[in-house]
Nanobody, 123 residues
Framework: VQLQASGGGLVQAGGSLRLSCVAS????????MGWFRRVPGKEREFVSA????????YYADSVKGRFAISRDNAKNMVYLQMNSLKPEDTAIYYC?????????????????WGQGTLVTVSS
C-alpha cells in the first residue's frame, strides 16, 4: 500500500492551497481517509476525515469552516482544500487510511500513511 501526498508549498496568510493524496495497492473505497499534520517538536494533530463514500466528513475545530476534505474514488484520490490559511497552519501534512467505517481522529486507528507534504504559511 502506498499513499502519496502532494500540493504543499509556501503561501501567504489568507491564501489557499489544495493538497492531494493518491492511494495505490488497496481497494480505495474500502477505506476511510484522514489528514493529519505535525509541527516539528509537537504531536501529530488530526485535521480532517472522510468516510469511504465521501458522504460524511469531520474536522478539527481549528480548521472548521476553512478546510474541506473530499475524495474521488474513481481516481483513488483524497483532497484537502485549505482556505484562509493562517501561520499556525504551517506543518507537514499527512494523509492516512483506515479500514474503519467511522470518522476517526486518533492517528493510532489509521493503518497506512503517506510521506507528508510541507505547508508553510507566511504572515
Amino acid at each position: 500500500v502506498q499513499l502519496q501526498a502532494s500540493g504543499g508549498g509556501l503561501v501567504q496568510a489568507g491564501g489557499s492551497l489544495r493538497l492531494s493524496c493518491v492511494a495505490s495497492g488497496l481497494t480505495f473505497d474500502d477505506y476511510g481517509m484522514g489528514w493529519f499534520r505535525r509541527v516539528p517538536g509537537k504531536e501529530r494533530e488530526f485535521v480532517s476525515a472522510v468516510t469511504w463514500s465521501g458522504s460524511s466528513t469531520y474536522y478539527a475545530d481549528s480548521v472548521k469552516g476553512r478546510f474541506a476534505i473530499s475524495r474521488d474514488n474513481a481516481k483513488n484520490m483524497v483532497y484537502l482544500q485549505m482556505n484562509s490559511l493562517k501561520p499556525e497552519d504551517t506543518a507537514i501534512y499527512y494523509c492516512a487510511s483506515t479500514r474503519s467505517s467511522r470518522l476517526l481522529r486518533s492517528s493510532r486507528l489509521y493503518q497506512y500513511w503517506g510521506q507528508g507534504t510541507l505547508v508553510t504559511v507566511s504572515s
